[in-house]
C-alpha cells in the first residue's frame, strides 16, 4: 500500500515556473514506478511525465518536452515535477501516481495509487 500527497501547485503568470512535490509512504519507494498526469476543466486526465522506479529513464508528453522535468529521491520518498516557461494550457489539476514494477505505464488504468491532486493554474 503506497500514499501519495502532492503539494506545490499554485497560481503563476505564463512564463512561470513551479515545482510540484509528490511524497510517497512506505519503505519501497524505488519498487514503483511514479508518473504524474493532469487534468483539465472539460478534458480527460493525460499522462504529464513518467519516471522509471531507479529514476534512471523517463517519459514526457510531447506539449510539456524541453519545459518540464520529472525526477525523484527515493532517499525522501519523493518525486518532483519541475515546470518551467508554463502556459496557460498547463492549467489543471495535477496528480501523481504510482505503480508496482520498475517500469512506468503510459496507460492510467495501470496505476494503483494516486494521489488528491493539486491545482496548477497559470493565466496570460
Known amino acids: 500500500q503506497v500514499q501519495l500527497v502532492e503539494s506545490g501547485g499554485g497560481w503563476v503568470q505564463a512564463g512561470g515556473s513551479l515545482r510540484l512535490s509528490c511524497a510517497a509512504s512506505g519503505r519501497t519507494f524505488n519498487g514503483y514506478a511514479m508518473a504524474w498526469f493532469r487534468q483539465a476543466p472539460g478534458k480527460e486526465r493525460e499522462l504529464v511525465a513518467a519516471?522509471?522506479?531507479?529514476?534512471?529513464?523517463?517519459w514526457y508528453a510531447d506539449s510539456v518536452k524541453g519545459r518540464f522535468t520529472i525526477s525523484r529521491d527515493n532517499a525522501k520518498n519523493t518525486m518532483y515535477l519541475q515546470m518551467n516557461t508554463l502556459k496557460p494550457e498547463d492549467t489543471a489539476v495535477y496528480y501523481c501516481?504510482?505503480?508496482?514494477?520498475?517500469?512506468?505505464?503510459?496507460?492510467?488504468?495501470?496505476?494503483?495509487?494516486w494521489g488528491q491532486g493539486t491545482q496548477v493554474t497559470v493565466s496570460s
Open positions: 501516481a504510482a505503480r508496482p514494477g520498475s517500469w512506468y505505464a503510459v496507460n492510467q488504468k495501470d496505476y494503483a495509487y
Open positions: 519516471v522509471t522506479g531507479g529514476g534512471g529513464n523517463s
